[in-house]
């Protein structure tokens, strides 16, 4: 305990469970908060030279205080845009999905573009793509776009085609597909790249709704712990929507609840991200590294494979770009400092990445670099332990696992690829560092449903365990949204744990999660959240 400055403390929270992420079980303690920092931790007794007259006193029981969760994934702006559009995911139908359009239609008669998120038509009786026809009967006069659950591919009207110039004589964009039935007429149903096509339009928002929307999310954010989070280039929407400028306006009026990290994309102009890394560099908005895609997702087949798709044989899937580019890439923002981020789903993506950072630390020397791979769904066993040798960084969502349809996914697959669906197990248990985050949108931004999936592995059926052996603690999996991904930032001298002289960014839960069956977990709210020594959120029932 420190008790060096003794000036008196602005706030002082208490609990018999205090879990700092440097042991494996909470304690009780209390934590001394001065201005933005963590200036004790001791026994409440031992605080009482920390207490004056203005000092504010919070008494938590046997509730769980914790360092803020750390969401090392997410898309915000798009994240933004998505509280505010209809949610799909709970549709069982082409039919049902209309049906909702059509009511989020009526009641919203001055939205321009009707956006949605989050079908999947693995859920629906059915199971077949669906139509533009179908949204053209509901609503044949406002474009639409619904993205699937993966975001990898998207449903639209005939209008959003007709004001966007989509036609039959539209080619295909690298990496993208517009669907076309047997007479060369777009079905609806555009992949990748060529979602671009579309967004290019649904995602014109004036500044207004731009800043409407991000304090909503901001908002939503601190009502869930998340005191820091990973902003990363998502291609589809990327010209569009990176707005860090907005985000600076948030800043600098002191609207920013939450500490941003951005990650503009990885590409052939390393002057551009020199700039924003000059640019962006305070504690709450900051550069951090840069993101490319490798590939796509196992259920559109753009996921890149080793070897075939079990019920496409002809089919690997493609990688966004030349392996070649991919590694020149690599290399020299390596050797230029950069720490790099790659989305890879499929296990021949996931090789190639290990590859390209493997490859440029033979070029540029072994250094401090922190690259990641994100997603890593499907890995090959021999790669496995490369995580751990290299330095690279795992960041997996295990709401994913929740958010597919096992079935589907693993028609899509195999049984033998399947076996290595997620492996968080496997991966932790070689000694690599790994990160558990969102992907928000493309699920919810709760932590607390990445932790019960990462502890308990149940699958959508909300009974079966996939691949049950790869589960981690309760434990580990806190760490790999808190520590980690304070360590992927190059922030955990100040950030990840509860620590005299560390950032107060601290959360306090309704219950201690070492304390309850792992059911509970999902059932668990936040009582107060903490960003820079500031409550940014308390829940109503706070004293």
């Not at 200036?39 to 004056?52: D, F, P």
């Not at 909702?100 to 199971?127: L, N, Q, T």
């Not at 720490?339 to 021949?348: K, L, P, T, Y």
């Not at 059926?461 to 996939?466: A, L, R, Y």
């Amino acid at each position: 305990m420190s008790m060096e400055n003794q000036h008196q403390a602005d706030v002082i929270l208490t609990s018999n469970a205090v879990f700092t992420g440097l042991a494996d079980t909470p304690m009780a303690a209390a934590i001394a908060i001065q201005g933005n920092k963590i200036v004790a931790i001791g026994q409440e007794q031992e605080l009482e030279s920390w207490i004056g007259p203005q000092t504010k006193i919070y008494r938590f029981g046997d509730q769980l205080i914790m360092p803020g969760f750390h969401d090392f994934h997410l898309h915000i702006i798009m994240g933004a845009i998505h509280l505010d559009s209809i949610y799909l995911h709970d549709a069982r139908s082409e039919e049902e999905v209309a049906a909702m359009v059509k009511e989020y239609a009526e009641s919203h008669p001055d939205e321009e573009w009707i956006i949605g998120f989050s079908w999947d038509a693995g859920f629906w009786h059915k199971k077949q793509w669906p139509h533009r026809s179908s949204l053209d009967q509901v609503l044949p006069d406002r474009p639409a776009i619904l993205f699937h659950n993966e975001g990898h591919y998207a449903w639209v009207n005939s209008k959003a085609l007709e004001v966007m110039n989509v036609t039959k004589d539209t080619a295909n964009p690298p990496f993208g597909v517009i669907e076309k039935d047997e007479n060369g007429v777009p079905t609806g149903i555009l992949s990748e790249h060529a979602m671009t096509l579309i967004t290019a339009g649904a995602y014109k928002l004036t500044k207004e709704k731009k800043h409407r929307t991000i304090t909503n999310f901001l908002r939503h954010a601190a009502c869930l712990g998340v005191t820091a989070m990973n902003d990363l280039y998502a291609t589809e929407v990327y010209e569009i929507l990176e707005d860090y400028e907005i985000l600076k306006e948030f800043e600098d009026k002191g609207e920013l609840t939450a500490r941003i990290h951005l990650l503009p994309a990885l590409n052939s102009d390393l002057d551009r991200a020199k700039q924003l890394k000059e640019t962006y560099q305070s504690s709450m908005l900051r550069v951090v590294a840069l993101k490319q895609f490798i590939d796509g997702v196992v259920t559109a087949y753009t996921a890149h494979l080793i070897g075939p798709y079990a019920n496409r044989p002809e089919m690997c899937g493609d990688t966004a770009f030349p392996p070649d580019v991919i590694k020149k890439w690599v290399r020299d923002a390596d050797r230029e400092g950069f720490s790099i981020r790659f989305h890879a789903v499929g296990d021949g993506a996931v090789r190639l990445a290990l590859d390209a950072f493997e490859e440029a630390q033979q070029a540029n020397g072994k250094r401090d670099s922190r690259h990641s791979i994100e997603h890593i769904e499907v890995i090959h066993p021999d790669d496995i332990p490369r995580f751990h040798k290299l330095g690279v960084i795992a960041s997996i969502q295990p709401d994913h696992m929740y958010a597919a349809d096992r079935e589907t996914y693993l028609a899509c697959i195999g049984e033998e690829r399947g076996k290595y669906a997620w492996a968080t197990g496997s991966i932790l248990e070689t000694g690599a560092k790994l990160v558990i985050g969102s992907d928000f949108p493309i699920v919810g931004l709760n932590p607390m449903t990445e932790i019960y999936r990462a502890v308990t592995r149940i699958d959508n059926s909300d009974e079966q365990q996939w691949n049950p052996e790869q589960s981690i603690s309760l434990a580990d999996a806190l760490k790999a949204y808190t520590v980690t991904p304070a360590y992927g930032t190059f922030r955990d001298h100040e950030l990840g744990t509860l620590e005299v002289g560390k950032l107060a960014d601290i959360v306090v839960l309704d219950r201690n999660l070492f304390a309850v069956p792992s059911e509970e977990i999902l059932a668990t709210t936040v009582k107060l959240t903490m960003v820079d020594g500031t409550i940014v959120y308390a829940a109503e029932d706070l004293t």
